[in-house]
């Protein structure tokens, strides 16, 4: 049954993280993994896509960043091979295993996802730039890249950044996205445009 092996997924990633996740990951941590697995299944439940397809997504927005467990370079390939090992030992489908490995390197944000599964997860993995608690998960990735020593912005830099990102690098790309929480990310965006006026009054 499609919804043991998710609930199998879900059991393995929560305690792969609890068990190998640096406590520096503040952001990407099962806690978004959560949130990315519920925006998949937003999203799969208003588009039209197969049992497999959804099967292959859910197992995806899962697994999709174990592979911070091993550090943040290459994560996407290091998540295929996680991936790839767990559900050869579920006895998984080969051809699912490869649409879900497909999935996960369609979460690289540099990347133009091509694919119609490859769209919906990157909208799912992005969902959160149209929701109130992004004000949240972006302090936490900011700090994350800081504890990781990755990079080190000031409030003001951090804001800089997000305000080019949701202007110039992120777009949604299913319907669904883009009809349900384009507002939000603009709401969004208008907040950080605003705070950025006010800075500069002070």
């Not at 919906?120 to 992005?126: L, P, S, T």
């Not at 949604?172 to 349900?180: F, G, L, P, Q, V």
Request: with cysteine.
């Amino acid at each position: 049954m499609a919804s043991d092996l998710i609930d199998k997924t879900k059991d393995f990633v929560f305690e792969l993280f609890k068990n190998e996740l640096d406590p520096s990951f503040l952001y990407h941590n099962f806690k978004h993994t959560e949130r990315v697995h519920k925006s998949t299944k937003e999203i799969i439940e208003h588009c039209e896509v197969s049992k497999k397809e959804a099967k292959a997504l859910e197992l995806a927005a899962l697994l999709h960043d174990t592979g911070y467990t091993q550090g943040a370079d290459n994560h996407e390939e290091r998540s295929v091979e996680i991936a790839t090992k767990f559900l050869h030992q579920q006895n998984v489908d080969k051809n699912i295993i490869k649409e879900v490995n497909s999935c996960i390197m369609a979460t690289k944000f540099n990347d133009e996802p091509d694919t119609k599964l490859g769209k919906i997860i990157r909208d799912a993995d992005a969902s959160h730039f149209a929701r109130n608690s992004y004000w949240e998960t972006s302090d936490y990735l900011r700090e994350e890249l800081s504890l990781l020593g990755i990079a080190t912005y000031s409030p003001k830099e951090w804001r800089d950044i997000n305000i080019k990102m949701f202007r110039n690098e992120h777009k949604y790309y299913t319907d669904y996205a883009r009809a349900n929480w384009t507002d939000g990310k603009a709401k969004n965006l208008k907040k950080l445009l605003k705070e950025k006026k006010i800075a500069k009054k002070i």
